[in-house]
Nanobody, 122 residues
Framework: QVQLVESGGGLVQAGGSLRLSCTIS????????MGWFRQAPGKEREFVAA????????YTADSVKGRFIISRDNAKNTMYLQMNSLKPEDTAVYYC???????????????WGQGTQVTVSS
């Protein structure tokens, strides 16, 4: 059974930082693209960042570019999202995802975690 587990969310003041982690079990980690998405209350899920199987290239949404950094450590089966200069509009549930098959992309049929809440107070 494939499981993705996010951690590292919490409450932080505007301007602060958090680092999210995503670990995977039940499946090979190192050969698939992975990414982060988020969903704020009343809004649709949106793309945040993605990273290729070997760490390059990476893709980042314009709304977080220059503030969020995605990375992965294949030896630890873990992906990270370093979030700096957080804003209240970054408040959302953050989900990690892994593509279901190689080169299939992070579509709805990807494997998804349960999410971790990030709340940024003003």
């Amino acid at each position: 059974q494939v499981q993705l587990v996010e951690s590292g969310g919490g409450l932080v003041q505007a301007g602060g930082s958090l680092r999210l982690s995503c670990t995977i079990s039940g499946r090979t980690f190192s050969i698939y693209e992975m990414g982060w998405f988020r969903q704020a209350p009343g809004k649709e899920r949106e793309f945040v960042a993605a990273i290729a199987w070997n760490g390059r290239p990476t893709y980042t949404a314009d709304s977080v570019k220059g503030r969020f950094i995605i990375s992965r450590d294949n030896a630890k089966n873990t992906m990270y999202l370093q979030m700096n200069s957080l804003k209240p509009e970054d408040t959302a549930v953050y989900y990690c995802a892994q593509e279901r098959s190689r080169n299939s992309g992070l579509r709805d049929d990807a494997y998804w975690g349960q999410g971790t809440q990030v709340t940024v107070s003003s």
